[in-house]
């Protein structure tokens, strides 16, 4: 019963106090639908680090990413990128662009259709459900991370991001937060890792991290 339909029901007048305790009653109930309708996106359980200064551009992260996805090696449907410049020097030549799975992921806002939603299933990872993408590129156009880390899948007309192999179909693996991810695993520098703490949001330093230690500096390379 409504407020206002109670106090009719009484069928009695009302005191400023009986006002005021009915008001308040009514802004409570307010304020909490408002609560409600507010639903913070949960973080993701698991983020990809990287150390550019410790990758050598072999690109094998690439091809496994496809490989387990797609069933087929392409450089062109791999959901990390390594970006090679070829007129810079080190450690400015080599960029690894891995989805940043963010806590706040502006391609996630982007999608008009839903396709693109936190999959809970697996540890809240962001991720595209092809099925639901209708291919407007939304998402791609709003990441701002160059380059973009939701690639085009050009062979199938949908988007599709990094979920931390956690639908990597083509392996035998588990994959997810809570399993393995095929970059990880065959990258024979080890410059790629997975954790599972919210890296620093601003800039790429909670996500291009130092990844080396002194054996890497018995090689001869820098370990700062």
């Known amino acids: 019963m409504e407020i ?3 106090i009719k029901t009484e069928g009695r007048s ?4 009986d006002f005021l305790k009915a008001s308040g009653i009514l802004v409570i109930g ?4 408002n609560c409600a309708i507010i639903n913070p996106i949960p973080a993701a359980k698991g983020y990809l680090l990287v150390d550019t200064k410790k990758c050598q551009g072999c690109l094998t992260c ?3 990413c496809s490989l387990v996805h797609e069933g087929f090696e392409s450089l062109s449907l791999a959901r990390i990128q390594v970006v090679q410049n070829p007129f810079a020097n080190f450690p400015s030549d080599v960029n690894i662009a891995q989805c940043r799975q963010c806590v706040k992921p502006d391609c996630l806002a982007a999608c008009p259709v ?4 936190i999959d809970r299933k697996h540890g809240n990872v962001r991720t595209v459900n092809a099925e639901k993408c209708i291919g407007c590129k939304s998402c791609i156009a709003a990441c701002p991370f160059p380059p973009v880390r939701p690639v085009w899948n050009f062979l199938e007309g949908h988007a599709q991001k990094c979920d931390l192999c956690a639908e990597a179909r083509f392996w035998d693996k588990r994959g997810g937060p809570g399993g393995m991810q095929a970059c990880v695993s065959v990258c024979p520098m080890k410059a790629i890792q997975f954790t599972a703490t919210v890296p620093v949001q601003t ?3 909670g996500y291009n991290v130092n990844l080396r230690d002194e054996s890497w500096g018995l090689l001869g390379y820098t370990t700062e």
């Open 4 to 6: 206002t339909d109670k």
């Open 62 to 64: 690439m091809l496994a």
């Open 14 to 17: 009302i005191s400023r106090r």
């Open 30 to 33: 307010v304020g909490f639908g």
């Open 114 to 117: 839903g396709a693109l939603y």
């Open 203 to 205: 800039g790429d330093a």
